[in-house]
C-alpha cells in the first residue's frame, strides 16, 4: 500500500464521487420478472460513509450489486437509470454501458467491495499472499517483488501482526476476524475512490466488529475513500454514518444525516426499525436466580458438574496424536424450570460444544444431570427418553429443515421417532404448535423455501416444543435474523417460557440481546466461565475486565453517543489447542455474593 496518505482536498470534499439517478433493477424467476430495486436515487460525497440500512429483501445488496455489475446472471439486469464514477477533475464514466473488460479495470481499482462472508469470497486453495499480490500486480503493472512489498503493507494497515509469515497462509488457517481485515487489505491495497462494504461484520464477534469498524474509519481518514456501508445493525449505523438511506421492498422510504434520522424519522417504518434494535439497559430487572439460591438439585431442570469436552488432533509423519483442542475445560452451571442462561463469548470460546454435550451430540466427561437424572449412569432407552427433554434450535433454520420434506412433516418428525400419539393425533398437536409460533395450520403443507428466514426459525421453534421438552438450547437461534423479525422471535421465546415453563440456555454473541432475554449471564472464555450472575449483576456491575470488554464493545443505536474510539483488540484471542500433556490452568471463581461469582487475577 502506497505510504503517501491521499488526503481529500478541500476543493473536492463537498464534491459527488458516484451519483446514482432512478436506478431499478429486475430479477428474472420462476413466476417471471419483479423489480427488486425501484427508482433509486442517490449521491456519495468524496470522503463521506453513506449507510444503507433495512432489512433482507429491501434491495441493499442488490444495489451494491449493479454499482459493481455483478448482477446474478443471466437472471439480474439493470432496468433503468444510471449509475455515474467521477473523477477528481469532474470528468464522470456511466457504469452501465461498460464491457466485462472495462469493469474489471474499474473494480478493486475505483470502487471495491467487502463481502459479508470472507470465506466465500477468499479462494480457498490460494495462498492469502498469492491473492492479495495478483490484484496489485494486475491493476499497477508493478513487479512481483514490489507488489509483494504492497500486499505486506497492506496487512499491517490492516493491523494483522506477522504480516510476512501471513503471506504463506491459507484462508482456512485464519479466525473470521482476520479474514475479513484480509479482504479489507485487498480492497484497499489499491486506494479505491469507493469502497461498498455490504454486511462486513454480521458474522463477526462484537469485539472483532468493534476493530473492523475502527479500521475503515482509520482508513477512510487517511486515504479520503468513500464508504458505502449496508448493515441492517442499527447501532453500527449509529456509529458510522455520516448520512443514512432507509430501504424497504427495493425503494428507498427515508433519507437524511444520521443524527436527523435517530433523532426525528419521518416514515413509519424506520420509527419500526429503530423500536426493534436491543438496547443495552432496556431489559425489564428479573430476579436474581443464582446458584446459590438454595434451591434443590432435583428442582433443577439440568445440572452441570465440571464439563469437560476436548478433541485429539492428528500431525507429523506417522499421524500421531500430537495436539489437543480444550474446547470446554471443566465449567459448572444450572438451569431452574421458566429460568433463561444466556451463555455468552466470542468464537471459539466453546459455548456451541457445551450446547451439543447437554444434547447428547459430542462425547465429553463430568457430570450433566437432566431432570434429576445423570446422563452417564442412564441405558441406551433411558438415555432416548431424556433426550426428549432437551430440545435444540440452531442458527441457521434452512441448515436445520430437510428440503424434500413439508414444514408439518418436519415438525412432527420428532414425534414420529419417539412413538408418541396416533398419525391424526401427531397432526392436530402439530396444527396447534403452528398457530402458537405465529404461522397458520394450512403452512404445514408447504417446503421450507417457501418461507421466509423468520418463518422457518419460528417451524425450528414449533419442531423443539414438539416433545414439551423441559430445556431449549437456543444456539445463536436469532443472530441470522433481521432486527424487526429477531424481536418478535425473542417475544414468542418469551411468551412460551411464561406459557410452558419451558427453561433456555440461550447461547449468543450478542450482548444487546443477552441482557433482553436473560434471568442469568455465564461469559465463557477459552473453554472456562469467567463471570456468572444474574443479568443484573453481571450488566450492572461486571467484575471479571473480559466481560467488561464485551459490554463496551456493543455499538450503540445513538449518534450523540458515539465513540471516538472502539476498543483495540491487544492481541488475537489464544488458540485452545495444546500440546498432548500441556495442562490449561484451572481459573478460580471468587463469590461476589448473591450468586455473583468471577475469576480474579487474570
Not at 491521499?6 to 473536492?12: D, G, I, N
Not at 415438525?411 to 408418541?420: G, K, T
Not at 495442562?583 to 463469590?591: A, E, I, Q, R, T
Request: charged share 25%.
Amino acid at each position: 500500500m502506497s505510504q503517501s496518505l491521499r488526503e481529500v482536498p478541500s476543493a473536492l470534499a463537498g464534491e459527488a464521487v458516484l451519483e446514482i439517478a432512478g436506478l431499478s433493477v429486475s430479477v428474472r424467476g420462476e413466476d417471471g420478472e419483479r423489480e427488486v430495486v425501484s427508482g433509486l436515487s442517490l449521491s456519495l460525497k468524496r470522503g463521506e460513509t453513506l449507510c444503507i440500512a433495512g432489512e433482507s429483501g429491501s434491495g441493499k445488496s442488490m444495489t451494491a450489486l449493479a454499482i459493481m455489475q455483478l448482477l446474478p446472471q443471466p437472471a439480474g439486469r439493470i432496468a433503468g437509470g444510471t449509475i455515474r464514477l467521477r473523477d477528481e477533475d469532474g470528468s464522470a464514466v456511466e457504469l452501465t454501458v461498460l464491457d466485462e473488460r472495462r469493469m474489471r479495470d474499474i473494480r478493486g481499482d475505483r470502487i471495491a467491495m467487502i463481502f459479508q462472508e470472507p470465506m466465500t469470497s477468499l479462494n480457498p486453495v490460494l495462498s492469502i499472499g498469492r491473492q492479495l499480490t495478483e490484484s496489485i500486480e494486475a491493476h499497477t503493472g508493478v513487479s512481483q517483488t514490489e507488489a509483494k512489498l504492497r500486499a505486506v503493507a497492506a496487512l499491517k494497515a490492516v493491523r494483522i501482526s506477522e504480516a510476512e509469515s501471513r503471506l504463506k497462509q491459507f484462508p482456512h488457517e485464519l479466525s473470521g476476524g482476520m479474514r475479513q481485515r484480509v479482504m479489507i487489505a485487498m480492497a484497499l491495497a489499491l486506494e479505491p475512490d469507493v469502497l461498498i462494504a455490504d454486511e462486513p461484520t454480521t458474522a463477526l464477534d462484537v469485539t472483532v466488529q468493534g476493530e473492523v469498524l475502527e479500521l475503515l474509519r482509520d482508513l477512510q481518514r487517511q486515504h479520503g475513500t468513500s464508504v458505502i456501508l449496508i448493515t441492517h445493525d442499527m447501532g453500527v449505523v449509529a456509529e458510522m454514518a455520516d448520512r443514512v438511506i432507509v430501504m424497504r421492498n427495493g425503494r428507498m422510504v427515508e433519507e437524511g444525516t444520521t443524527a436527523a434520522i435517530f433523532a426525528r424519522p419521518q416514515a413509519a417504518y424506520t420509527r419500526e426499525l429503530l423500536a426493534a434494535v436491543p438496547r443495552i439497559g432496556s431489559g425489564a430487572r428479573r430476579r436474581a436466580s443464582g446458584e446459590s439460591d438454595g434451591a434443590a438439585m432435583q428442582d433443577k431442570v439440568a445440572v452441570v458438574k465440571d464439563l469437560q469436552v476436548r478433541f485429539d488432533l492428528r500431525g507429523g509423519f506417522f499421524g500421531r496424536v500430537n495436539r489437543r483442542v480444550h474446547a470446554v475445560e471443566g465449567i459448572s452451571f444450572s438451569i431452574a424450570p421458566n429460568e433463561t442462561l444466556a451463555l455468552v463469548g466470542e468464537s471459539g470460546c466453546g459455548k456451541s460444544t457445551t450446547a451439543k454435550a447437554l444434547a447428547g451430540l459430542v462425547p465429553y466427561s463430568g457430570r450433566v444431570t437432566i431432570g434429576g437424572r445423570e446422563l452417564s449412569r442412564l441405558g441406551r432407552d433411558e438415555r432416548k427418553a431424556v433426550r426428549r427433554d432437551v430440545q435444540m434450535v440452531f442458527q441457521d433454520p434452512y441448515a436445520s429443515l430437510d428440503p424434500r420434506m413439508r414444514v408439518g412433516e418436519l415438525v412432527a418428525e420428532p414425534l414420529l421417532i419417539h412413538s408418541i400419539g396416533s398419525k391424526e393425533e401427531r397432526r392436530e398437536r402439530v396444527a396447534a404448535l403452528f398457530e402458537r409460533v405465529g404461522l397458520s395450520s394450512e403452512q404445514m403443507e408447504l417446503y421450507p423455501h417457501e418461507f421466509s428466514g423468520g418463518q422457518r426459525q419460528r417451524i425450528c421453534i414449533a419442531r423443539a416444543l414438539a416433545l414439551r421438552p423441559k430445556l431449549i438450547i437456543a444456539d445463536e437461534s436469532v443472530s441470522a435474523l433481521d432486527v424487526s423479525v429477531q424481536a418478535r422471535v425473542l417475544d414468542l421465546l418469551k411468551e412460551l417460557q411464561r406459557e410452558f415453563g419451558v427453561a433456555y440456555l440461550f447461547i449468543s454473541h450478542d450482548m444487546a440481546v443477552v441482557e433482553n432475554v436473560s434471568d442469568r449471564v455465564a461469559v465463557m472464555y477459552l473453554g472456562q466461565i469467567v463471570e456468572i450472575g444474574s443479568r443484573d449483576q453481571v450488566f450492572s456491575n461486571p467484575r471479571h475486565p473480559y466481560t467488561r470488554r464485551l459490554i463496551e464493545a456493543v455499538p450503540v443505536p445513538d449518534p450523540s453517543l458515539r465513540r471516538t474510539r472502539f476498543a483495540r483488540l491487544e492481541r488475537e484471542i489464544p488458540s485452545a489447542t495444546r500440546r498432548i500433556g500441556e495442562s490449561v490452568p484451572k481459573l478460580v471463581l471468587k463469590d461476589f455474593g448473591g450468586g455473583h461469582f468471577a475469576a480474579v487475577g487474570d
